[in-house]
T-cell receptor, first 114, second 112 residues
């Protein structure tokens, strides 16, 4: 079974631009969660989508948004990029049902904002 | 706010030594997971513990969930250079939804 894939793996943008990251979950997984990882803050939850609906949201500004398609693939968008948005963005997929929520992560997208 | 505190933050040991990493919280969790992450890659799930007092073994790694389900530990016996990486504990932050709260992580370096 193929794992979680993320594209692109690396991205360089300048302040003020916007960016869209893509995530394809493990086949059969209906939940996709997004996380931001930085050296100072560690892994922080951005949001989760389940069956095309945002089910949970972290404490990030509205510049960070996402969506999920009917095939469970997900995208996240960051508008008006700031230097502090430079980070490794990780998505994780899970079955999304009740019980222990085991999430499986993709390799991440390394975003650098200049 | 639910927080997970990991200790130590950094650990540098010689091959063959034993070590323990701790993950503590004041909150009760329904489950807790341990991940290992290598530079430039995503975290890889090692184990999930669900029951208070539960002990799980994965080769030389032993994971324990506290009786009160507020803390957990990871013990590595006879560490090897291949164990080098960032170890993260994570817990369900919103009742069986896709929101994990992560500890700050423990960076482990095992020298040959």
């Amino acid at each position: 079974k193929a794992g979680v894939t993320q594209t692109p793996r690396y991205l360089i943008k300048t302040r003020g631009q916007q960016v869209t990251l893509s995530c394809s979950p493990i086949s059969g997984h209906r939940s996709v969660s997004w996380y931001q990882q930085t050296p100072g803050q560690g892994l922080q939850f951005l949001f989760e989508y389940f069956s095309e609906t945002q089910r949970n949201k972290g404490n990030f500004p509205g510049r960070f948004s996402g969506r999920q398609f009917s095939n469970s693939r997900s995208e996240m968008n960051v508008s008006t990029l700031e230097l502090g948005d430079s980070a490794l963005y990780l998505c994780a997929s899970s079955l999304g049902g009740t019980g222990a929520n085991e999430q499986f992560f993709g390799p991440g997208t390394r975003l650098t904002v200049l | 706010t639910q927080l997970l505190e990991q200790s130590p933050q950094f650990l540098s040991i010689q091959e063959g030594e034993n070590l323990t990493v701790y993950c503590n919280s004041s909150s009760v969790f329904s489950s807790l997971q341990w991940y290992r992450q290598e530079p430039g890659e995503g975290p890889v799930l090692l184990v999930t513990v669900v029951t208070g007092g539960e002990v799980k073994k994965l080769k030389r790694l032993t994971f324990q969930f506290g009786d009160a389900r507020k803390d957990s530990s990871l013990h590595i016996t006879a560490a090897q250079p291949g164990d080098t990486g960032l170890y993260l504990c994570a817990a369900d932050g919103s009742g069986n939804t896709g929101k994990l709260i992560f500890g700050q992580g423990t960076t482990l370096q095992v020298k040959p």
